[in-house]
C-alpha cells in the first residue's frame, strides 16, 4: 500500500514527510553512500529529486566535502604556483572562507546565490575591495571546476558570480620629464630619507618589493661583473590587524633576473650608503634569512610598502606653492614611466622584457602602447610634417589618446 501524505498526495519511494514539517528524500548513490534532501513543500522536494536522478544517471556523487575543503584540495594539487601567489591565497583561503558560513556549507548543497551574498558581504559590510573579491574567485571558481571534473558536482555554481565586479585599474601613464623631476625635488624637500629609494625605482624599473627586499649581498656580489641580483622580495600582510613581513621568490620565474649597474645606479646606492651609516639596524635583523639590506626605515628595518605608497600620494597631491602640478605617483608608475623611457630610447623590447622581469613581452609591449601630446608631437616632427617649435592644438590630442 502506497504511503501518502497529510494531504493525501502519494508519496514516491524514498520521500518521507516530517512529524515537523517539510519533506525529505532519502537515496543511496552508486557508491552504497546514503544521502537525504529536505524541502519545505513536496513540490520543491521533487524538483531536487530530479536533479539527483540527472547526477546518479551521469555518474555523479554528492561530496561531502565543504567549500573550504575542496579550495584546499585545489591548492594542494598546484604544484607551479610562485611562492608568493600561492602565500597569497593560502593567506585568503585561511582568513576569509575557512570560518565563513559558506566555508562549511558542503559543495553538493551551494547555490550561486550563496557565493554571490558572500562576495557582496565582503565589500558591503567588511570593506573588501573588487580586486580581493576577484582574488578570492580565483580559488572558488577553478576549485569547484575541480569539483565538476571529478563528477562530485554536476554544474560549477561559481560560474559568472564576479561578472558585474568592474575594478578600475590604476592608470597606465608616464610621468613627463618635468613631472618626474617636480616629484624628486618634493621627494628631497619633505621627505629626504626616501630620494634615493625613489630614484633607484625610476633607474631600475623594478617592483616595490624587490627593490625593498634588495641587500647588499646582491650588489657587492655582482658589482664585479656589473649587475645588480633580483631573486627575492619582500612582501607583508596584515595578520591580526599587524603588518608582518616576509621573503618569497620573484612574482615570476622571469622576475630573477640580473640588472646593469649602470653610473646612475651607482651614484644612487652610494647615496643610500651615506644615508645608511647614521641608522642603527636592530641586533641580529632579519627576514626571511636574508638581512643587510640596502635601503632602511628610520628604525634600520625594512621599508614599509605602505609607508612608500603613502608617502608618494602624499606628494602627489601636495601642489601648495609648486608650480608644476603632477599626476598621481605610485611605485607601478615609477615603473611603468621607466619602460616607457627605455622604450622611447630605442631599448630592444625583448631586452626590455629581461630587465624588468615579466615573462610575456606583451605586457612590456602594452606598457609602453600608449599615447600622449608629446609622443604624438615628437613623431610628428621626426617626420617632417611639423615644425619642431609648432605646438598640437590640444583639442585635437587629449591627455591619454590611447591607453591599454
Known sequence: MKRKSS?????????????????????????????????????DLRKKELVVQEEKARGISRARNTLYEQARMYLSTKVTLAQSTRSNY?????????????GKIRISDLKSSDILRFYADLISEKGYSMGTVKILHKIIHPAL?????????????????????????????????EEKEEFLARIKDQSPQYLPFVKFLFASGVRLS???????????????????????????????GKPMQYASDTKTAAGKRKIPITPELEKI?????VLNASVKVPDNYSVGGYSDFVFLS??????????????????SRDSKKRSVSIRHVSPHICRHTYITEMAAKGCDLKVLQALVGQKDLRVTYNVYNHLDDKRVRMEMQRLGMIDAEKKVDPVTFGDNLVTN
Open 269 to 273: 646606492l652610494e647615496e643610500q650608503s
Open 145 to 177: 571546476e575541480m569539483a565538476v571534473r571529478d563528477r562530485l558536482i554536476y554544474s560549477n555554481v561559481s560560474e559568472g558570480c564576479v561578472r558585474d565586479y568592474t575594478e578600475e585599474q590604476e592608470k597606465k601613464y608616464a610621468l613627463t620629464k
Open 7 to 43: 494531504n493525501g498526495i502519494t508519496l514516491k519511494n524514498g520521500e518521507y514527510e516530517k512529524k515537523t514539517g517539510g519533506y525529505i528524500y532519502r537515496w543511496t548513490d552508486n557508491w552504497g553512500n546514503r544521502h537525504s534532501v529536505g524541502a519545505k513543500t513536496l513540490n
Open 90 to 102: 593560502e593567506y585568503y583561503l585561511e582568513h576569509s572562507i575557512k570560518n565563513a558560513p559558506i
Open 210 to 240: 624587490e627593490a625593498i627586499g634588495l641587500t647588499w649581498n646582491d650588489v657587492v656580489r655582482q658589482k664585479e661583473t656589473g649587475f645588480i641580483n633580483i631573486d627575492h622580495q619582500i612582501q607583508y600582510r596584515k595578520i591580526n
Open 298 to 315: 628610520p628604525k634600520g628595518t625594512c621599508l614599509s610598502h605602505n609607508t612608500i605608497r603613502c608617502m608618494m600620494t602624499r606628494l
